[in-house]
């Protein structure tokens, strides 16, 4: 009986390893298929800090070598903090080009969510070097850019290029977020990152809003006892998601 649980649970791991072997390839579709069509220089495109009510908005670029190899590449929010980490560093070792850009609050709150999405991915784009000659981006794309480009929907989770731009953005935000908890102390951003966490709004109303909040936002507004803001949700066209 027991040889028997045994052999099975080999064939069933046995299985899961095939099944993760085959989806592997799909990872590159994307990628192949813009090569196939002339273009080298193919770069991932995403974006991460659409919806805190604290900290700028990120996006990053990244060109990988076709097939790279990345362990544990997917999702960026799938993810833990170590696994993100440790492939940043992996991605960056072997991507032919990467780059990120940021847009502040006070951007965010001057000139709306959707410039700065669009802005952020613009900036990290034309960083690049070597440039883009095509764009894979998540959802949405980005008319901003002189540039081929192809929206792939639910991007982050099946084309590498953009899994690796995603992993990118979100250390880099991540990072900032830390350093930014310790200058303005008391508001938890080394744990939540500016999200809308029960403690983030606990720690607005007894401590007033940072220089990094976003001062138009109907949450941060509501936390003040404020009437009116904006927003974020209604900010951003359907697909685009705002807790990214």
Do not use: N
Request: glycine share 8%.
């Amino acid at each position: 009986m027991q040889a028997g649980r045994a052999v099975g649970a080999i064939k069933s791991v046995k299985a899961t390893a095939r099944r993760k072997r085959t989806r592997r390839p799909y990872l590159w579709a994307s990628e192949r298929m813009v090569r196939g069509m002339g273009y080298m220089v193919v770069a991932g495109l995403d974006e991460v800090g659409l919806g805190p009510l604290a900290g700028p908005a990120v996006a990053a670029a990244c060109v990988l070598p076709i097939g790279a190899r990345l362990p544990g590449l997917d999702d960026s929010k799938k993810l833990t903090a170590d696994q993100r980490r440790r492939l940043d560093r992996q991605i960056r070792r072997v991507a032919v080009a990467f780059a990120v850009a940021e847009v502040p609050a006070q951007d965010v709150d001057r000139k709306g969510l959707t410039y700065a999405r669009q802005r952020a991915m613009e900036m990290a784009v034309r960083a690049l070097s070597p440039e883009a000659q095509y764009l894979l981006i998540d959802a949405w794309d980005v008319p901003e850019l002189p540039l081929p480009q192809m929206a792939v929907i639910r991007g982050d989770g099946v084309c590498a290029s953009i899994m690796a731009a995603s992993i990118i953005a979100k250390v880099h935000r991540d990072t900032l977020m830390i350093e930014y908890d310790a200058v303005y102390p008391g508001y938890g951003f080394a744990l939540h990152k500016g999200y809308a966490t029960a403690a983030h709004r606990a720690a607005l109303m007894r401590l007033g809003p940072s220089p990094i909040h976003r001062m138009s936002w109907r949450p941060v507004r509501k936390a003040l006892g404020l009437a009116g803001g904006v927003d974020p949700a209604a900010e951003l066209p359907a697909g685009v998601p705002v807790d990214a």
